[in-house]
């Protein structure tokens, strides 16, 4: 039996980061990954000879904060820049959004000068939403009633916040996150296509049509955690974002298991005592879970050790993956009639319009795929070479809405990917050589993603705040004693940016996290 000061169970960004966090305060911290990467889903790996894609997310970034205070860069991370979101149109017509505000207006001013002319205050109301969820994504949600002396200063900072931004400005902050994607580009834009991109973000990822109330606050989440227009991947893909984090834990310290095998928990009287990996038990004063509360507290931790209550409002969770994969090795680069490389480096959108994206999901409430479905793709070896052998390519293909359901097969999935991709690259499926499907199923059973949903539970206003992963346990904590959670199913949810991991630490005992 061996014995730590902390142990956490799964390798997410969140999980590396609360490990390095803990082992840099002077904790013995071991951390426990099931399968034979660090990461998790957030990795890449090879799915043919020479030609290696990311798994589940395909980009994302570490916070600024984190990446500079861990020395990521230090450990090999080199981020690469998707800096353009392309909009594919019928008829071999684009039109790309570029990350310089006043190229993006030059180009919606093609379809439509009064959008052209809205498009940079659109972006300015943006900054302040996406400002105030940042300082709110930075703090443990407050439980105690009247809330504590240090909570009240937090609750104070944020509100001051809103203040300084104006009477007027503060007003849309507040009702933002509120409305449905649809009535808030409405309010904005008349061109369709500009919408049915912009909403494109908003619906990354979530099992919700943009008609749907309160769907702008996804938007508003995939903004403020630096994935929302214009995103970011990592030289080697989105899993050595995963390795620089490991690096970083074990330069502080932390010893880092792969291949652990399943993992058990045992629990007595209430408190965790300690965890079953591979045949081994180890001890520790804590211990973190990186998974989502249905799999933790129904697979980790047997229900008979919880309260009825506490049970029924976890599997009351919504998680309801909706996103499929499909990764291409290519034997050369596909011609996209119209596009510069430039936007081919970039994300390519396949979401013509809002009512495209309803269509899309209205599908999937049936249990079924449409025909025509909500996709984003990238080239990664476009930028980083070392993904394919020479003179040949990468495709990752995001699809939306692949329901969880029997329904949904690996070959429709591929089949119906291919076909509206196809449509922009009349040549694509001549140079296939190999692919790859990841349906929501795959994500549940090889990485123990509730429902396949990997931002661990729908980001949605019901499930966020105050309210992740259930109310009255917010703060990282557990009914269960020394058994804290710290992944993306925990505030503020889904991305790669490490917050969870961070705010986890210091609810966990580490304080001055970031030096000035």
């Avoid at 503060?170 to 919408?195: G, I, N």
């Avoid at 408190?271 to 038990?281: E, I, L, P, R």
């Avoid at 209550?309 to 009639?337: C, M, T, W």
Wanted: proline residues 5%; contains cysteine.
């Amino acid at each position: 039996m061996s014995s730590y000061d902390t142990i956490i169970l799964g390798s997410s960004p969140n999980a590396l980061t609360a490990a390095a966090y803990l082992a840099r305060g002077g904790q013995r911290v071991l951390v426990l990954e099931p399968s034979a990467h660090v990461g998790g889903a957030v990795s890449t790996a090879q799915f043919a000879e020479g030609f290696s894609a990311d798994i589940g997310l395909v980009s994302g970034r570490i916070d600024d904060e984190i990446s500079k205070d861990l020395k990521l860069h230090d450990h090999g991370l080199d981020v690469i820049e998707r800096t353009t979101l392309t909009s594919l149109l019928p008829g071999s017509r684009s039109f790309t959004l570029s990350d310089s505000r006043d190229r993006s207006t030059e180009a919606i001013a093609k379809f439509s000068a009064n959008d052209a002319a809205k498009y940079k205050s659109f972006m300015q109301l943006m900054d302040l939403a996406i400002d105030f969820l940042r300082s709110a994504y930075g703090v443990t949600p407050y439980r105690e009633h009247p809330p504590s002396s240090t909570d009240v200063q937090q609750l104070t900072m944020l509100v001051e916040k809103l203040r300084g931004y104006g009477r007027r400005e503060m007003t849309e902050v507040m009702r933002l996150p509120l409305m449905p994607l649809r009535d808030l580009l409405d309010e904005w834009f008349e061109s369709a296509e500009l919408k049915g991109l912009l909403a494109s973000a908003g619906v990354r990822g979530l099992n919700q049509g943009p008609f749907a109330a309160a769907t702008a606050f996804n938007l508003l989440h995939q903004l403020a955690i630096g994935d929302g227009f214009f995103r970011a991947t990592a030289r080697g893909g989105i899993g050595a974002v995963s390795q620089a984090l490991s690096k970083a834990a074990q330069a502080y310290g932390a010893e880092v298991r792969v291949n652990a095998g399943q993992l058990q928990l045992t629990v007595a009287d209430g408190a965790v005592k300690s965890v079953q990996a591979d045949g081994n038990t180890f001890t520790a004063a804590a211990i973190v879970s990186d998974y989502d509360a249905l799999y933790t507290f129904s697979h980790l931790v047997p229900p008979p050790e919880l309260e009825p209550e506490f049970n029924r409002a976890v599997r009351h969770i919504r998680y309801n993956g909706s996103v499929a994969r499909v990764n291409l090795a290519l034997s050369q680069l596909p011609k996209f009639d119209g596009l510069s490389e430039e936007a081919m480096r970039g994300t390519l959108t396949i979401a013509p319009s809002v009512a495209y994206l309803e269509r899309a999901f209205d599908c999937a409430k049936r249990g079924q795929l449409a025909d025509k479905p909500f996709v984003e793709l990238t080239i990664p070896s476009l930028s980083d070479p070392s993904l394919a052998p020479e003179g040949k390519h990468t495709i990752s293909i995001w699809l939306q809405f692949a329901p969880y359901t029997a329904k949904v097969n690996a070959d429709h999935v591929y089949a119906t990917a291919l076909n509206a991709v196809s449509e922009f690259a009349p040549n694509l499926k001549s140079l296939i050589q190999h692919f790859q499907v990841l349906l929501p199923g795959d994500y549940e059973a090889q990485y123990n993603l509730s429902e396949g949903h990997l931002y661990g539970g729908e980001m949605n206003l019901a499930q966020a705040f105050l309210l992740r992963p259930i109310p009255g346990f917010a703060q990282y904590q557990s009914p269960i004693s020394n058994l804290y959670l710290c992944g993306a199913a925990t505030h503020p949810g889904g991305g790669i940016h490490g917050l969870a991991g961070r705010n986890a630490a210091r609810e966990m005992g580490v304080r001055d996290l970031v030096p000035a």
